[in-house]
């Protein structure tokens, strides 16, 4: 079965200090992988995605930046963290094509004070 | 471009009592269409999914319709329980390379014993 983990569960950050989030998915070779961000109260929106190795694709640009290091390992960064950063982060993975179902990890939650 | 909508941002009900929530949809072609759901503190899980295929898709006693027609995919149940309680996103597989999933704004189901 495959399972996917976010790391960490919780953190609290300084505006203009770096960032650095965590997915891995165990179980499933070459998955699709996905960020998503979602603000209190708010719906989820796709931040980037990534199909294979190496190759990561915006879809809105927030101030992150994602890489994918290793086949199930999909990374969150930023150097320098906004106010408008807090919100709830998730990451979700995919093992066919645009129309399968994605399967969402339990999310870190970033408060930036 | 594509898109969801989802007008009842808030549902309240008593248990046993019929829910329906209501989303339509936009888009060229024939989307795959989701209903996932999401408990407080996690990320969203699907519910269900339903295709061109077989235009019906039910799930824990939940039941959705695509309507090309009427573009509509509206969800519902006959008998709520406190345990439905939760936020339910419509959502639209667009397929468009690895952006996969629009999701609509949410629909809030509170549901009182």
């Known amino acids: ?74 990374i969150l960064s930023t150097e320098k963290l906004l106010l408008s950063h807090s919100g709830f982060y998730l990451c979700a993975w995919t093992g066919l094509g645009g129309l399968a179902e994605q399967f969402f990890g339990p999310g870190t939650r970033l408060t930036v004070l | 471009g594509n898109s969801v909508t989802q007008m009842q941002g808030q549902v309240t009900l008593s248990e046993e009592e019929f829910l329906f929530i209501n989303c339509t949809y936009s888009t060229t072609g024939y989307p795959t269409l989701f209903w996932y ?46 345990s439905d309680s939760a936020v339910y996103y419509c959502v639209l597989g667009d397929g468009q390379g690895g952006r996969a999933l629009i999701f609509g704004t949410g629909t809030t189901v509170s549901v009182s014993p």
Not at chain 1, 5 to 16: D, L, N, R, S, T
Not at chain 1, 19 to 28: D, E, N, R, W, Y
Not at chain 1, 53 to 63: A, C, I, K, T, Y
């Open chain 1, 1 to 74: 079965a495959q399972t996917i983990h976010q790391w960490p569960v919780a953190e609290i950050k300084a505006v203009g200090s770096p960032l650095s989030l965590g997915c891995t998915i165990k179980g499933k070779s070459s998955p699709n992988l996905y960020w998503y961000w979602q603000a209190t109260g708010g719906t989820l929106q796709q931040l980037f995605y990534s199909i294979t190795v190496g190759q990561v694709e915006s879809v809105v640009q927030l101030n992150l930046s994602a890489s994918r290091p290793k086949d199930d390992q999909f």
């Open chain 2, 37 to 82: 759901v999401q408990y407080p503190g996690e990320g969203p899980q699907l519910l269900l999914k339903v295709t061109t295929a077989n235009n019906k898709g039910s799930s824990r006693g939940f039941e959705a319709t695509y309507d090309k027609g009427t573009t509509s995919f509206h969800l519902q149940k006959a008998s709520v329980q406190e």
